[in-house]
C-alpha cells in the first residue's frame, strides 16, 4: 500500500525558507494529486495546498503569496517550501495523498504521512 | 473559498452515548467530496467516512455520515472507549473545519 514519508529540517530560522520534501512508497506518484497540511501546537489541521502529477496546483488564498508545491515524478517526491516564515509557521507538517475515486469522483484525504514538526526560532 | 464551520467545539460525553458532530459550508459542497478524520494526540489524522456517507476502509458501523448542500453530520451510534478524539470535517480534498473535541464525561 502507499506510504508516505516527510523530511526536511526541523529549525528554520525566521524570514527564511521552509523546505520539506514528502517521498510516496509503494506506488506511483503519476496516479494522484498530492497535499501539503499543517497543524500548529494545539490547534486545526490547515491545508496548504496541492499538486497533481502534471504539476498544476491549488494553494490556499491565505498562503497562496509564500507557499510553492512542485513534483518530482523520477524520485517519485513531492516538494514544499514556505518563504519568509515566522513564528506562525511553527507547526506539524503532513504531507498527503489527495484521492479522487474513478467511480464517482468521490474525493478525499486517504493516506497521510506521520508527520514533521517544524519550528520556526533564531 | 469555501468556510466549514463545526459545531459543537466540545462535547463532553459517556461510553455508550450516541453522538451527533456537525459540519456546515458556507456555500453548497458536493456531497462526493465532504470527508470526515478522527484524530488522536501525536497521530495523523484517519479518514472515517468520505463521499458525506461512505466509510473508509476499516471503519467500524457505528460511524455513519448524512447531509447534503451546506449541512453534513457525522454520527457515533454508540461511543467506545476510542472514539474520544477530535474529528474534522474537510471539503474536496482542501479546506477542513475547526474540529470537534469529543471527551470523557
Known amino acids: 500500500q502507499v506510504q508516505l514519508q516527510e523530511s526536511g529540517p526541523g529549525l528554520v530560522k525566521p524570514s527564511e525558507t521552509l523546505s520539506l520534501t514528502c517521498t510516496v512508497s509503494g506506488g506511483s506518484i503519476s496516479s494522484s494529486s498530492w497535499s501539503w497540511i499543517r497543524q500548529p501546537p494545539g490547534k486545526g489541521l490547515e491545508w496548504i495546498g496541492y499538486?497533481?502529477?502534471?504539476?498544476?496546483?491549488n494553494y490556499n488564498p491565505s498562503l497562496q503569496s509564500r507557499v510553492a508545491i512542485s513534483v518530482d515524478t523520477s524520485k517519485n517526491q513531492f516538494s514544499l517550501k514556505v518563504s519568509s516564515v515566522t513564528a506562525a509557521d511553527t507547526a506539524v507538517y503532513y504531507c498527503?495523498?489527495?484521492?479522487?475515486?474513478?467511480?464517482?469522483?468521490?474525493?478525499?484525504?486517504?493516506?497521510w504521512g506521520k508527520g514533521t514538526t517544524v519550528t520556526v526560532s533564531s | 473559498e469555501i468556510v466549514l464551520t463545526q459545531s459543537p467545539g466540545t462535547l463532553s460525553l459517556s461510553l455508550g452515548e450516541r453522538v451527533t458532530l456537525s459540519c456546515r459550508a458556507s456555500q453548497s459542497v458536493s456531497s462526493n467530496s465532504l470527508a470526515w478524520y478522527q484524530q488522536k494526540p501525536g497521530q495523523a489524522p484517519r479518514p472515517l467516512i468520505y463521499g458525506a456517507s461512505r466509510r473508509a476502509t476499516g471503519i467500524p458501523d457505528r460511524f455513519s455520515g448524512s447531509g447534503s448542500g451546506t449541512d453534513f453530520t457525522l454520527t457515533i451510534s454508540r461511543l467506545e472507549p476510542e472514539d474520544f478524539a477530535v474529528y474534522y470535517c474537510?471539503?474536496?480534498?482542501?479546506?477542513f473545519g475547526p474540529g470537534t473535541k469529543v471527551d470523557i464525561k
Open positions: 499538486i497533481y502529477y502534471s504539476g498544476n496546483t
Open positions: 474537510q471539503q474536496d480534498g482542501s479546506s
Open positions: 498527503a495523498r489527495r484521492m479522487v475515486t474513478s467511480l464517482y469522483r468521490y474525493c478525499y484525504t486517504d493516506v
